[in-house]
C-alpha cells in the first residue's frame, strides 16, 4: 500500500518503511527495516505504528495490525523482555543477504527440533 508510509502525531512526523495489507488475514502488515542490531526503541518504534493503524486506520471487522522488524542482528533477551509476554503482533527476525544452504536449513531445523525436545 505504501512505502515510507508518513504519519503525523500532534505536529511529528515519523515514516514507515512498507505498509502491506493481506486480504486473506484481513489486516495491516507493518514492515521497519534496520540495517544495524536491533535495539529496544526500534521494537518501540513499530509498536507505536501498529498502535497508530490499529486505533485509526483499522476498521471493526478487521484483524489487529502486524509488525515485522528485519534487521541485521538482534539480541533475543532484548526482543523478550522488550515486548510484552503475550505478544502477537511485532515480529522481530534476522535478515540475511544470502539464502542458507540447504545443509544450513537442515541443520537449523534439526536445532529447532533439539530445542522443543529438551524443553519437554
Known amino acids: 500500500m505504501a512505502r515510507q508510509k508518513r504519519i503525523h502525531l500532534d505536529g ?19 514492515f521497519e527495516i534496520k540495517t544495524t ?10 509498536q507505536m505504528y501498529v498502535n497508530y493503524y490499529d486505533r485509526y486506520e483499522k476498521q471493526d471487522f478487521e484483524n489487529p495490525t502486524i509488525g515485522v522488524l528485519l534487521c541485521a542482528d538482534k539480541n533475543d533477551a532484548v526482543v523478550k523482555i522488550t515486548l510484552p509476554e503475550n505478544n502477537k503482533t511485532i515480529i522481530a527476525s534476522k535478515y540475511q543477504l544470502y539464502l542458507p544452504t540447504e545443509q544450513q536449513l537442515i541443520d537449523e531445523v534439526r536445532r529447532e527440533i533439539e530445542k522443543l525436545d529438551n524443553s519437554w
Not at 12 to 30: G, K, S
Not at 37 to 46: A, N
Open 37 to 46: 542490531k536491533l535495539t529496544h526503541q526500534d521494537i518501540g518504534q513499530l
Open 12 to 30: 511529528d512526523e515519523f515514516f514507515i518503511d512498507l505498509v502491506f495489507y493481506n486480504r486473506l488475514l484481513q489486516c495491516f502488515v507493518l
